[in-house]
């Protein structure tokens, strides 16, 4: 059986790349020369073990502005240009305004590949959300779908999910990029956030020139209120501002020739949708709000978490958890049964707590599991701290408020 190489390898070539750019921006240009033949290296394997053309192409391309970098990495003009005050650091916000090279633009690229995602999150393992995702899979495969001759669909092109925390917002989105037939990009405050002044605007909006290059795609923007809203400070406002223009002209794809971009979904996702700017809120054509699950929802994921993987709990058992976890969100019960389960194998393997015990004698050590007692379960709902605040009352308001 061949295996797929292609995300070790991306991650290789991503962490050789942000080595030579740390060692341009110290200045060792015989390192940061390496570091990009490296890359250089791992992009052409990428391109080898890929199976689509046009990414077998990509990744040849990277190969060689690698070997460009890493050649310029060695000489004298690289090394002045490098010398700038353009360090992280700097506080002078002129100096932190970059205009994009061809160098920058390779950055930027890979950094949107590194946001690719593909989990193996199935629709099977979520509970009580089957109309969202009939939802997200219709409108995905409308996309791909022939129109009939003169006809135009005008796709609404954001749907944001929003609720308390845990109810499973992420987990959907995880599902989407297992089953999508398109690409799929994660972005979260982690991954587009720069300490640079106005580099985030600049991987956004090169982050929806690639999904339309890749389209069908979903951009899967996580915690969406952490992105455009609360940033301190007079050049953070500044930056927010600059990203939040983007993001708008983005998704109203102010960017994209009609004639030429299939579907780009973005699918939001926040625990505080009246944190969000109208004109933000505008552009989600679809809000649709997941509520913590009620009780034959509850009954289901405590299903998925405990029989479904391979433990044993009597079905009354099941019945009884979840009638006595009314306002527990999916978070909370997959924590429940989490520590259950903990207590049983601690119960069912006590030499497993013997110390010093040889490392062959524990890898040979066959694991013995039990069926789930009442009062292991009982006594965890009664002490469990619970993740967050399943308060619904802010969601009425602003629902209200709206209507
Ligand atoms: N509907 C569900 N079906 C099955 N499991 C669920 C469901 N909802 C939540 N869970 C469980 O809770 C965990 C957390 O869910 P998830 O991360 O999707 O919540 P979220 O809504 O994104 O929360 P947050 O708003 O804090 O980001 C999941 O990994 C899963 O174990
Ligand atoms: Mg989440």
Request: glycine share 6%; proline share 6%.
């Amino acid at each position: 059986m061949k295996v797929n190489l292609t995300g070790p390898l991306h991650s290789l070539m991503e962490g050789a790349v942000q080595r030579a750019r740390d060692f341009e921006i110290n200045g060792e240009t015989d390192k940061a020369a390496r570091a990009y033949q490296d890359a250089a290296l791992l992009a052409t394997t990428y391109s080898e073990n890929a199976v689509v053309p046009q990414t077998k192409q990509r990744y040849l391309e990277l190969a060689q502005r690698y070997r460009t970098a890493s050649v310029a990495a060695k000489s004298s003009r690289f090394n002045d240009k490098h010398k700038s005050n353009d360090k992280p650091g700097s506080t002078d916000k002129t100096s932190r305004v970059r205009t994009a090279s061809p160098d920058d633009q390779d950055s930027l690229t890979s950094q949107v590949m590194s946001m690719i995602d593909k989990s193996d999150v199935k629709w099977t393992e979520i509970a009580g959300l089957d109309e969202l995702r009939d939802d997200i899979v219709f409108r995905l495969n409308l996309s791909l779908a022939r129109r009939p001759p003169g006809v135009r669909i005008d796709e609404p092109t954001g749907i944001l999910l929003y609720g308390p925390p845990g109810t499973g917002k992420t987990l959907v989105a995880a599902a989407v990029s297992n089953t999508v037939a398109g690409t799929f990009f994660k972005v979260s405050a982690g991954n587009i956030l720069s300490k640079w002044y106005g580099e985030s605007s600049k991987l956004l909006e090169r982050l929806y020139e690639v999904a339309r290059q890749m389209a069908p795609s979903v951009v899967f923007i996580d915690e969406i209120d952490k992105l455009v809203c609360g940033r301190g400070g007079d050049n953070r406002s500044d930056a927010s501002a600059q990203f939040m223009g983007s993001l708008l002209a983005e998704m109203a794809g102010l960017h994209a020739k009609r004639s030429e971009c299939p579907l780009v979904l973005t699918i939001g996702s926040t625990n505080e949708p009246w944190a969000l700017d109208p004109a933000l809120l505008s552009r989600f054509g679809e809000q649709v709000f997941i509520p913590p699950p009620n009780e034959q929802t509850r009954r289901q994921i405590l299903e998925l978490e405990l029989p479904r993987r391979g433990f044993d709990v009597p079905s009354t058992d099941l019945d009884e958890m979840a009638r006595l976890t009314n306002g527990w969100s999916g978070r909370d019960l997959s924590h429940l049964c989490r520590a259950a389960i903990q207590k049983m194998l601690r119960r069912a393997n006590p030499d497993l707590k013997q110390v010093n015990r040889p490392l062959e004698d524990c890898q040979a050590y066959q694991l013995r599991t039990l069926p789930i007692r009442r009062d292991e379960w009982l006594g965890q709902i009664k002490k469990m701290p619970r993740c967050g605040s399943l308060d619904l009352q802010p969601y009425q308001t602003w629902q209200q408020g709206r209507a």
